[in-house]
């Protein structure tokens, strides 16, 4: 059956409301070309020759079919169109759609004939699109919407309209192949799903991740074929599940183990789908391979809350793991109400050191932890808080018999000779004791406490133990005396700043210098800060240390500037108590105008500790001194909690990679690529890097060639008064 025929004026007139409806449509989409060819017109009398002449001008064709009783078909009227869409003449096709029927595509045509059946009751279903055999054009695409009834003779009328689509099909199916090939190609694996959790769809990537064939997974739910876990495929199904019943997007993370037992994750981010009447119809699920990026942050992970040396883990987890043991405690949720923490500390171990060198420290301070380790049970917990130093906590029951029992075993196990290079080193340690609740009742009090129990120790004579008590107290009391005395230091000339060179590698070209605090206490001597800095930050008395330091260090900066070819900075050191205690940016604004130094001249070093807060007078302070020009960088990096985030979260300019990196890093392969890793995550955040503590050229060759640019230590340098800066830069000069 042919569905084209021609509308005369006669006809025109003839269509009725079904025939004005279709011709309104089309005008409707053709509103130009309507209002070009009726506005002339108006004035004329014969309305039937300006339909015709309207309908043989527009695009397409505009037609009236007529079936008989005998269900012969005819197109009594066609416009001219069908010339142009069909190849044939309103003529030939007047009686008989025999013309049409061999130009339209065999396996269209049922469905065009059921277009005009289901027209004749419901007028929106008069439409479909099929194809031709054009006699000049070839292959085309045509659509046909239609509008029928039966008349009272027993005859079926139908009027429409057809056009020529076969450029827009041409254009969707190259939207189409684009997307297809776009979804094909993609390193995502895409899925889609209906509203039973089932796989419609799933790209070439999705069937590569899972290692099975398209047919092995479409039209099954994840539980039902699923390569992952099983009760992972559940979870993960049941989130599906949750998302078509809220339409609210998801981010889920998943692991896979291959059969070759290799892990692979992946980052979902899951969308519902939606029919056109708003109804969800399914779940679109874009997985994105994130395997090297767990991958790092682990071993970010492993740097910030591990040390690097024993494989303990550092204060940031300690600290962590001892809130969790008291809370546990306290909420009765623990194996036990009472949870002790020992604080150890090697006797004379830096005699090892001085005596054998710092890689013998190493390998005895290696061997300290496995001991340790051996001697506490699964439950407890030991870790390195740095240098000689480590930490046990446990729960215990039978008031302090418990703790000295387990003291007393760690003496002993560390008692025994330790072979370094064919030498027995024998080691004895002070151990400090202090109890939740009796002693205190949070982490930081059962520190102080056990710090001040385990100095007693040391003070007794070392290898022994003791537990918090009165004279704790008493050291406390000796801590407030240095404080007194502290007060007056910088009055009376009591503080000085050394400087150690800073300098590029490769070469040793001068850069400048980190400003190094002194207390030359009356009766205790030269005092390094650690001795001091402590008590500065308890009694306050380290803000106006602190202002002092920093306009000294400005001005060494302008001296040293004016003899110098290039820039030069001065490094210094603000503790975490100064950005809390005092607005550090108005300090060095203040202390830059009054020395003329220029803010590019000066690097701030704070730690890590500073920006586990992440508090908003921090964040200002940082971000002020930052839009100054002031660097910023953060000291000692990898011993504290490092943590991409925070690099990315605050404006820092340079990583100082702490000396228990470089000490090893030229022959212990684990130490080389933790080095290798921070400089590599300094390079991708486009961040200097400073290694300290270098005191051999081996040490610096490799920093080189691991693609650190700048070093500080003995081999460029000792820390030295400023005067004496002075006269080296003026030896450099000239």
């Not at 692991?255 to 679109?284: C, K, M, N, Q, W």
């Not at 040396?309 to 009765?332: F, Y």
Request: hydrophobic letters at 45%; one cysteine or more.
């Amino acid at each position: 059956m042919t569905v084209i025929v021609s509308l005369t004026p006669a006809a025109m007139l003839a269509l009725g409301a079904g025939g004005a409806l279709c011709l309104g449509a089309y005008a409707a989409g053709h509103a130009r070309l309507f209002r070009k060819w009726l506005a002339p017109w108006r004035a004329q009398a014969d309305v039937a020759q300006q339909l015709a002449t309207f309908s043989d001008a527009i695009p397409g064709m505009l037609f009236t079919i007529r079936r008989d009783r005998a269900g012969h078909d005819s197109m009594p009227h066609a416009s001219r169109g069908i010339v142009d869409l069909f190849g044939c003449t309103p003529a030939e096709v007047a009686k008989s759609l025999k013309p049409l029927d061999r130009l339209i595509e065999a396996r269209d045509l049922p469905k065009l004939l059921r277009a005009f059946d289901d027209a004749i009751d419901d007028p929106a279903a008069g439409c479909a699109e099929y194809r031709i055999d054009h006699p000049v054009k070839g292959a085309r695409w045509i659509v046909t919407h239609c509008r029928g009834r039966r008349l009272a003779d027993g005859c079926t009328i139908w009027h429409g309209y057809s056009y020529d689509i076969t450029e827009q099909k041409r254009a969707e199916h190259q939207r189409a192949h684009d997307y297809h090939t776009l979804v094909e190609s993609s390193p995502d694996s895409i899925v889609r799903y209906d509203r039973q959790c089932r796989r419609v769809y799933g790209n070439l990537t999705f069937a590569r991740i899972c290692e099975i064939a398209p047919e092995e997974f479409l039209g099954k739910t994840p539980a039902e074929t699923s390569t992952f876990d099983p009760e992972l495929a559940a979870r993960y199904q049941a989130r599906l599940q949750r998302i078509l019943e809220t339409g609210n997007d998801d981010e889920i993370e998943i692991s896979r183990v291959s059969e070759s037992g290799e892990a692979t994750h992946f980052s979902v981010r899951a969308t519902p789908e939606y029919d056109l009447d708003g109804s969800i119809s399914g779940v679109l699920t874009i997985a994105r391979d994130v395997t090297r990026h767990v991958r790092v942050e682990e071993q970010l992970r492993q740097l910030a809350l591990y040390d690097a040396l024993t494989g303990l883990p550092n204060r940031s987890l300690l600290l962590e793991r001892l809130e969790k043991m008291l809370h546990k405690a306290g909420s009765g949720a623990g194996p036990s109400p009472q949870v002790g923490l020992m604080l150890l500390d090697l006797d004379d171990f830096k005699d090892v050191n001085d005596v054998l060198g710092h890689a013998c420290g190493d390998r005895l301070l290696a061997e300290v932890a496995k001991r340790l380790a051996r001697s506490l049970s699964p439950a407890d917990m030991v870790a390195r808080l740095g240098g000689d130093e480590f930490a046990i906590v446990v729960s215990f029951s039978d008031e302090d018999f418990d703790l000295a029992f387990l003291a007393s075993r760690v003496l002993v196990a560390l008692s025994g000779p330790v072979d370094i290079e064919g030498r027995e080193v024998f080691v004895t340690a002070s151990i400090g004791v202090a109890r939740y609740p009796k002693d205190g009742t949070d982490a930081a009090e059962l520190l102080r406490y056990a710090d001040a129990a385990m100095y007693l120790a040391k003070r007794n004579g070392g290898n022994r133990f003791c537990f918090h008590d009165a004279a704790a107290a008493r050291a406390a009391s000796e801590r407030l005396e240095l404080g007194h005395a502290l007060r007056a230091a910088r009055e009376q000339g009591e503080l000085a700043l050394l400087f150690q060179p800073i300098v590029a590698l490769p070469g040793g070209q001068l850069l400048g210098a980190e400003a190094l605090l002194r207390w030359d206490h009356p009766s205790r001597g030269r005092l390094a800060p650690d001795q001091f800095i402590g008590v500065a930050e308890a009694n306050g008395t380290i803000v106006d240390i602190g202002a002092w330091v920093i306009a000294e260090a400005c001005r060494c900066a302008v001296r040293w500037n004016a003899l110098a070819s290039m820039p030069l900075r001065v490094s210094v050191n603000v503790s975490a108590r100064q950005f809390v205690m005092n607005d550090v940016a108005q300090t060095v604004r203040e202390a830059l105008a009054a020395t003329g130094c220029a803010a590019g001249w000066l690097t701030v070093e704070i730690t890590e500790s500073l920006l586990l807060e992440d508090s908003f007078p921090v964040r200002r302070s940082l971000e002020d001194l930052s839009r100054m020009g002031v660097a910023i960088a953060i000291d000692d990096f990898g011993t504290g909690y490092s943590s991409m985030s925070y690099l990315g979260k605050f404006p820092i300019d340079m990583l100082k990679i702490d000396r228990s990196f470089v000490r090893d890093v030229d022959g212990d392969a684990k130490m080389r690529a933790l080095v290798k890793a921070i400089v590599s995550v300094a390079g991708a955040l486009s961040l200097e890097v400073v290694a300290e503590g270098i005191e051999t050229q081996a040490q610096a060759d490799t920093l080189v060639e691991l693609g650190c640019g700048k070093a500080q230590g003995y081999l460029f340098g000792r820390p030295m008064p400023g005067a004496s800066f002075s006269e080296s830069l003026e030896l450099a000069m000239h």
